[in-house]
Structure formats: structure tokens, C-alpha cells
């Protein structure tokens, strides 16, 4: 028998799983199709948000609308899955020299950065060796990411409406009306395939993707840490008691390799710099990222007719997928403008 829906959606990473809340919010019947075995960016993400860039202490693009979406769609998904996953908890940038401090200071005075820092300037906490003190940003968190998705995944299985099954795009058939694939006809399809749209032959074509590998490492500690996150070239985000993720690496090579002996050296290293105790490497993990070439979302229709792409986030998809759901859902159901700098037409 088919099953009518408006939306299947293909990827149920953080822009899957988010996009398809915020459809059946407003009255849209979805499938998601995903392979959770192969997620290769969302289920080893560390999951902070934070709306400065804090290498160049600037606002991330749409930082204050997507601020205020992220706690009203994570709270709201929270209730839908009856789970906990959005944990705010603050990040604390270390300076490395009295400039970054000096500019802190100038940015507590700003009206658009006093509501993301702390005026305050303190010492750094027990165990961390640095010259120079640090600032604590305010309204940032964590998503823990596969909690998160799992427990979308299994509120929609709950409605028939998740599939845990590769999406054959050669199977897809198209008509005035809209697509079929298998049982399922569907007003459209859909792809929030993260970095398998790039690295991944049997995704459909699309131009802009620019997959940026990153790997972490998830550590044992002599002593505890608080309940944080540490930035100080890389981070420190306190995993309870005295485990810690640090991380993570950029790449832009070697997406099949998987974790390098590398990149673990880089982060040891640099843990042995600033961590005054001793501490043992667990596990080591890498992914990658759906950038893009311009390092703007790609959101909107693909040449294919009834197929749309939802994804490109890069190493924000925590904070940003919230508001452009929300942006695109008003698109498909209501016909507002979609966001022009993210079409997928500018590749
Ligand atoms: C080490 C590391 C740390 C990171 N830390 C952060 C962080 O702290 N904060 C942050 O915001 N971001 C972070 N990121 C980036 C973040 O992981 C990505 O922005 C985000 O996960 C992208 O989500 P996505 O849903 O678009 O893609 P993905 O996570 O790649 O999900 C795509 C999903 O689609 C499925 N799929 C693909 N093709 C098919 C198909 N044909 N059929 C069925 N299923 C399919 C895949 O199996 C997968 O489950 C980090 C990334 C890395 C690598």
C-alpha cells in the first residue's frame, strides 16, 4: 500500500533531524530515510554553539536570530522526544597575549557583544597552565548530538514515518505531481546528506560542497574538570567527572583515512602543553564536515524538479540549523523568500 507524505528527507544528521521537526511542526507529513552506521560529521561533533568566531572575536553571519531559534526549537524538541539533550554551559576563552584580553575588555562595551561576554576577566581554572588570564562567554552550550538524534529518530519511528535504509537516488521517480520511490509518493525529496553529498557517488550532483576533516580525542584526566568548555586554540569540553573531548583538527585531505597518528600527536601535544597533570588518551575519532566554498549553507532547490538541498553547515550546524529550517520550512509551506546567499544556484 503507499504511503502518501508531503517531504521525504534524505540524512538524519543534525540537519535532518531538525529539519523534519520543524516540518511536522507546521503540518508536514515527512519520511526520513538515514543510515546511522554512516554518519560521518554529526555523531562524533561535539555539539557547542556559540555566536562569536573566537580566532577573530566576530559575530557569526545571523547570529542573534539564530541564537533565539536555537532555544526554542532544541526546548521544543526536548518535549516532542520527552529527552534531555541541550545543555547550555559556558565557554571560556583563554588569551594568549594582553592584546586578545585588551579586546575582550573593548567588546564587554559593545552593545552587540555585551550580551555574549562576560566582563569579567579570571584567572584560569585549577590544572590549566597558561601567561595570561581568561573571559568566559555567556548563552553558549552543548548539544549532546547522538542522544539527540537517536532520539529523533526513534519519535519518528513511533509515526511510521523513519526509515533506516540507504535512499537510492536511481530509484526515485518523477512526474508532474511530484516523486515516487518504493511505496512512498511525495510532494518532494529533500537531501540533508552532510558530506556524503561531495564525497559520496551515489548522492545527487551538486557544486560548493568543500569537506573540511576534523578529529578528536576523548581523554582520561588525573583530576576532575568543571563542568566547561575551554578554548585555547583548541578546546577542552569537560564529558562529566574526569573525562574531557579535545579537539578538533582541520583537514582538507585524507577523508577516507579515518583518525591519523597525525593529528592525535597535534592534540596530545597541545594537551601536554596546557594540562599541568597527566591524562590518557581513550579514544580518537574523526569526521567530516559539510563545508562549503564560500562557507555559506547551500538551502534551496537542486535542477532536479521537486528536490531540494538542506545542509552545507560547516562546523556550526548546532546553531544554525534551527533558524534556516526555519527559514526554508516557511519557503515550502507558505512561499517566503529563501535566504539568497545559500542558494545552491550560486555554485
Ligand atoms: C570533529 C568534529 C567536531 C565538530 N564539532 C562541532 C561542534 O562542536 N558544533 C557544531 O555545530 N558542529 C560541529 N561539527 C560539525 C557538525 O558535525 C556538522 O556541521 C553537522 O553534523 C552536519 O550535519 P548534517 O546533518 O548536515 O550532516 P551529517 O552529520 O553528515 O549527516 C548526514 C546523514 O545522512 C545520512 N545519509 C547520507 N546519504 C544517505 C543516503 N543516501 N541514504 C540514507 N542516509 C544517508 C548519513 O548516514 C548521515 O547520518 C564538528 C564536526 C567534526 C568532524
Not at 562524533?44 to 572575536?57: C, D, F, Q
Request: hydrophobic share 35%; glycine share 8%.
Amino acid at each position: 500500500m503507499s504511503k502518501y507524505v508531503d517531504y521525504i528527507i534524505v540524512g538524519g544528521g543534525v540537519s535532518g533531524c531538525v529539519l523534519s521537526y520543524m516540518l511536522m511542526k507546521h503540518g508536514a507529513d515527512v519520511v526520513l530515510y538515514d543510515l546511522p552506521n554512516e554518519n560521518i560529521s554529526s555523531s562524533v561533533a561535539t555539539g557547542l554553539w556559540n555566536p562569536i568566531v573566537l580566532k577573530r572575536m566576530r559575530k557569526v553571519w545571523k547570529a542573534e536570530a539564530m541564537m533565539d531559534e536555537l532555544h526554542n526549537v532544541y526546548g521544543d524538541m526536548e518535549k516532542w522526544t520527552n529527552s534531555q539533550f541541550f545543555d547550555p554551559i559556558p565557554i571560556r576563552r583563554v588569551f594568549h597575549d594582553v592584546s586578545e584580553q585588551n579586546t575582550w575588555t573593548e567588546l564587554c562595551d559593545s552593545p552587540s557583544f555585551k550580551e555574549y561576554l562576560d566582563d569579567k576577566i579570571v584567572p584560569l581554572p585549577n590544572g590549566i597552565r597558561g601567561d595570561f588570564k581568561s573571559g568566559k562567554m555567556k548563552g553558549t552550550g552543548r548539544l549532546k548530538v547522538v542522544h539527540f538524534m537517536n532520539a529523533v529518530h526513534v519519535a519518528l519511528k513511533e509515526t511510521d514515518s523513519f526509515r533506516e535504509k540507504r535512499f537510492n537516488w536511481e530509484k526515485v521517480h518523477r512526474n508532474s505531481e511530484g516523486v515516487s520511490y518504493g511505496d512512498i509518493k511525495a510532494h518532494g525529496i529533500i537531501s540533508c546528506e552532510g558530506a556524503q553529498m561531495a564525497l559520496n557517488m551515489q548522492s545527487i550532483d551538486q557544486k560548493g560542497f568543500s569537506p573540511v576533516k576534523g578529529e578528536l580525542l576523548r581523554v582520561k584526566l588525573d583530576k576532575s574538570l568543571h563542568n566547561e568548555c575551554i578554548h585555547q586554540k583548541y578546546f577542552m569540553l569537560s564529558e562529566g567527572e574526569d573525562k574531557i573531548s579535545v579537539g578538533a583538527t582541520f583537514a582538507w585531505d585524507g577523508f577516507l583515512k579515518g583518525p591519523t597518528r597525525e593529528k592525535r600527536n597535534e592534540l596530545e601535544q597541545h594537551l601536554n602543553t596546557v594540562w599541568k597533570g597527566s591524562f590518557e588518551t581513550e579514544e580518537h575519532l574523526s569526521g567530516i564536515r559539510p563545508a562549503t566554498k564560500d562557507r555559506k549553507p547551500i538551502i534551496g532547490p537542486h535542477e532536479l524538479p521537486h528536490t531540494w538541498i538542506f545542509g552545507g553547515m560547516g562546523s556550526r550546524a548546532i546553531l544554525m540549523a534551527p533558524y534556516l529550517a526555519k527559514v526554508f520550512v516557511e519557503h515550502l509551506m507558505y512561499g517566503a523568500d529563501l535566504l539568497k546567499e545559500c542558494l545552491p544556484s550560486r555554485f
